[in-house]
């Protein structure tokens, strides 16, 4: 099956620094991939939706000046936490549609980030 | 915006006992995907569900779409420690299959061995 890879799995920083996740698809390309976030025993929120070559989609009530998302090609995108705070420690998940099966979308494993 | 409910929020059984999760939605949905999500781990994709009325089974895991697919229901039947973690509902934030998918809050399924 289609499988999405993120690195890191786990980053600890200090207030005020900025932070690169990636997320790739491995064995399939992805023209779309999905950022969420994640917090303590909550549901998946969808932070954005990540476009190969052209620029991402927020959702309502996320700052794109802080959350900096590039897909630079079909198997990467990446989510920068620019002057990261304590509130934005979470757990950040990317995934994408693998097109091998249209309806079935892959999660890549997830990078827990700690601002301190 | 779309949104959809579930019910109940934690839910905790003793191993071989029954276990089912219910999902509403405030609209009609063109369909409706089911995640588990283990502790500590990430999502993963069970099925989708696009018919009316449709019932699909895997193994001891039964999938439903209300008639009027504004509801789904999972239903897990003997359940069993290895069922342990969290199943969301997610219904389409867009209007293709490729698109953005919004999830319920989740149950929480505790199995007590």
């Known amino acids: 099956g289609a499988v999405v890879s993120q690195h890191p799995s786990w980053v600890i920083c200090k207030s005020g620094t900025s932070v690169k996740i990636e997320c790739r698809s491995l064995?399939?390309?992805?023209?779309?991939m999905f950022w969420y976030r994640q917090f303590p025993k909550q549901s998946l929120m969808l932070m954005a939706t990540s476009n190969e070559g052209s620029k991402a989609t927020y959702e309502q009530g996320v700052e794109k000046d802080k959350f900096l998302i590039n897909h630079a090609s079909l198997t990467l995108s990446t989510l920068t936490v620019t002057s990261a705070h304590p509130e934005d420690s979470s757990f950040y998940i990317c995934s994408a549609w693998s097109g091998f099966s249209y309806n079935e979308q892959f999660f890549g494993p997830g990078t827990r980030l700690t601002v301190l | 915006g779309q949104q959809v409910m579930q019910i109940p929020q934690y839910q905790h059984v003793q191993e071989g006992e029954d276990f089912t999760t219910y999902c509403n939605s405030s609209?009609?949905?063109?369909?409706i995907q089911w995640y588990k999500q283990r502790p500590g781990g990430h999502p993963v994709f069970l099925i989708q569900l696009v018919k009316s009325g449709e019932v699909k089974k895997q193994k001891r895991l039964t999938f439903q779409f209300g008639e009027a697919k504004k509801n789904s229901s999972l239903h897990i039947t003997a359940t069993q420690t290895t069922d342990v973690g969290t199943y969301f509902c997610?219904?389409?934030?867009?209007?293709?299959?490729?698109?953005?998918?919004?999830f319920g809050p989740g149950t929480s399924l505790s199995v007590i061995p």
């Open positions: 997610a219904g389409p934030g867009g209007k293709t299959s490729y698109d953005k998918v919004i």
């Open positions: 064995d399939f390309q992805a023209t779309t």
């Open positions: 609209t009609t949905l063109s369909n």
